[in-house]
């Protein structure tokens, strides 16, 4: 059984997305994977450094794809019990952290997420069935 409600902060660039800032890059392979989190209940953040326009077109991106976003760059309900700006999530998916399974696309310098990898460590963690 999947856990039910929970926060994950997810980040874009090299993660969502492959590597193009300013742009965006192409799927990095996430739509399957966070769809399927969004559809067992869990509340998604997207966590960047992006800001501005440029963090209203990765939002876009969202929307445009069917992929509701409980919060941007925010957990709306840690303000209850701290003022502390990083946000707070049970799970961060980035492929800048350590552990976090890369993969390299042909043609591109930098390696992405694999969300492959990534599904299978979600569903052994507990968050996918």
Known sequence: MAIRDAVIAIDFDGTVVTHAY????????AVPVLKELTDNGCRLILYSM???KLLDRAVEWFRKRG???????ENPEQKRWTS???VHADLYIDDSNLGCPLRFIDGEKR????WVRIREQLVREGFLD
Do not use: F, T
Not at 67 to 73: D, F, K, Q, R, S
């Open 84 to 86: 502390s700006p990083k």
């Open 22 to 29: 300013p742009e965006i890059g192409e799927d990095a392979g």
């Open 50 to 52: 992006r800001h501005g």
């Open 111 to 114: 390696p992405v997420a694999d």
């Open 67 to 73: 992929i509701p976003l409980y919060a941007v760059n």
